[in-house]
T-cell receptor, first 113, second 115 residues
Framework: AQSVTQPDIHITVSEGASLELRCNYS??????LFWYVQSPGQGLQLLLK??????LVQGIKGFEAEFKRSQSSFNLRKPSVHWSDAAEYFC???????????FGKGTKLSVKP | DAGVIQSPRHEVTEMGQEVTLRCKPI?????LFWYRQTMMRGLELLIY????????DSGMPEDRFSAKMPNASFSTLKIQPSEPRDSAVYFC?????????????FGDGTRLSIL
């Protein structure tokens, strides 16, 4: 069965430090992969997506993610974190022809000054 | 452009009462999704529609929950009767035609508290 694992429930980084959030997926075919961000009291906002082609994808707010088929991973990275990046981040895999997504449990990011 | 619109933003009611959550998807989108988010279970897909037809309702917790999509611009999620364990944030999302490679656009959610 398809699944998405985000191993880190909560991560704290210092402002200006680099960030990597981990995501592993289980899917029988070429996956469609997404990262979303959720700020408190708000819905999820799309950061970036991967369908095919270049395995390094760029997103909004300076985020990027790299698809590694051999590791079944789609980790999210940012070179320098800003305090406004504090939020919860969700990885998701698309399946089926109808657009259904499977979400990971999320990683909460805290940023310390 | 208007995003996905959900109403109400907050709902507090007593157990046993009927609760109706509403969603207006983005114009032109043909898939609509209802999710529930709690601390314990995370983000759960309840049901999704394609072209106003329910495709998968396996995530609906029990018969107390029902969802309808009478037209392309409106959907409701109803809980009757409501119970305290239904307290959660309920999100509606929509996506354009194209299948699994289309991102979902989320509303700001309805925070439901059942007393």
């Amino acid at each position: 069965a398809q699944s998405v694992t985000q191993p880190d429930i909560h991560i704290t980084v210092s402002e200006g430090a680099s960030l990597e959030l981990r995501c592993n997926y289980s899917y029988g075919a070429t996956p469609y992969l997404f990262w979303y961000v959720q700020s408190p009291g708000q819905g999820l906002q799309l950061l970036l997506k991967y369908f095919s082609g270049d395995t390094l994808v760029q997103g909004i707010k300076g985020f990027e993610a790299e698809f590694k088929r051999s590791q079944s991973s789609f980790n999210l990275r940012k070179p320098s974190v800003h305090w406004s990046d504090a939020a919860e981040y969700f990885c998701a895999v698309g399946r089926g022809s109808q657009g259904n997504l499977i979400f990971g449990k999320g990683t909460k990011l805290s940023v310390k000054p | 452009d208007a995003g996905v619109i959900q109403s109400p933003r907050h709902e507090v009611t007593e157990m046993g009462q009927e609760v109706t959550l509403r969603c207006k998807p983005i114009s032109g989108h043909n898939s609509l999704f209802w999710y529930r988010q709690t601390m314990m279970r995370g983000l759960e897909l309840l049901i999704y529609f394609n072209n106003n037809v329910p495709i998968d309702d396996s995530g609906m917790p029990e018969d107390r929950f029902s969802a309808k999509m009478p037209n392309a611009s409106f959907s409701t999620l109803k809980i009757q009767p409501s119970e305290p364990r239904d307290s959660a944030v309920y999100f509606c999302a929509s996506s354009p035609p194209g299948g699994a490679n289309q991102p979902q656009h989320f509303g700001d959610g309805t925070r439901l508290s059942i007393l």
